[in-house]
């Protein structure tokens, strides 16, 4: 064709016809960009509520999840992570023996062991003689709370103690 011809009416409806194609393509990108907008806003907003936060500043003793695991809200509480508040002060929960339960109270005495460091005795006093019993092979215990200093921070959660309560000192 030379520069002075006119393109032909097929040619010239083809051309519109891809123009017409070509608004409604710039259209539907247009709706789905405000469309990944909005997501992305949502998102932005579910990704702020998801910090997870300790109550208490501590010490992790235990991570049950690993990081970008999805947690899933439900009804059941998961455990994440397993805190201690203050390793310088610690409980340690003995079984009391029915037999011996009406000579322990709040406030008394006690030192016990653990396997770490043998021959060492640990003070504590019974903070705490809870009425709930256990029976554990026809013997029935009730849990006694013994509050100890652990500053040098040599016992750790979970150690096996055996515990000696002072019931009578003369």
Do not use: C, W
């Amino acid at each position: 064709r030379s520069h002075n011809q006119l393109p032909s009416q097929q040619d010239l409806e083809t051309a519109q016809a891809n123009y017409e194609r070509a608004k409604v393509a710039v259209t539907t990108a247009q709706a789905a960009a405000t469309q990944a907008e909005a997501t992305l806003a949502v998102d932005q907003t579910n990704l702020s509520k998801t910090v997870i936060r300790s109550p208490v500043n501590g010490v992790v003793l235990a991570r049950k999840v690993e990081p970008g695991q999805t947690i899933a809200a439900s009804f059941s509480v998961t455990t994440m992570f397993q805190l201690a508040e203050d390793l310088g002060n610690m409980k340690l929960e003995v079984n009391i023996d029915e037999a011996d339960v009406g000579h322990v109270k709040a406030g008394q005495g006690a030192t016990f062991t653990v396997d770490a460091y043998p021959g060492r005795r640990f003070p504590g006093t019974i903070t705490q003689l809870r009425y709930q019993s256990t029976t554990t092979n026809n013997v029935v215990t009730y849990l006694a709370v013994i509050s100890v200093n652990n500053r040098d921070r040599l016992l750790r959660p979970g150690m096996t103690a055996t515990a000696e309560i002072t019931v009578l000192s003369v």
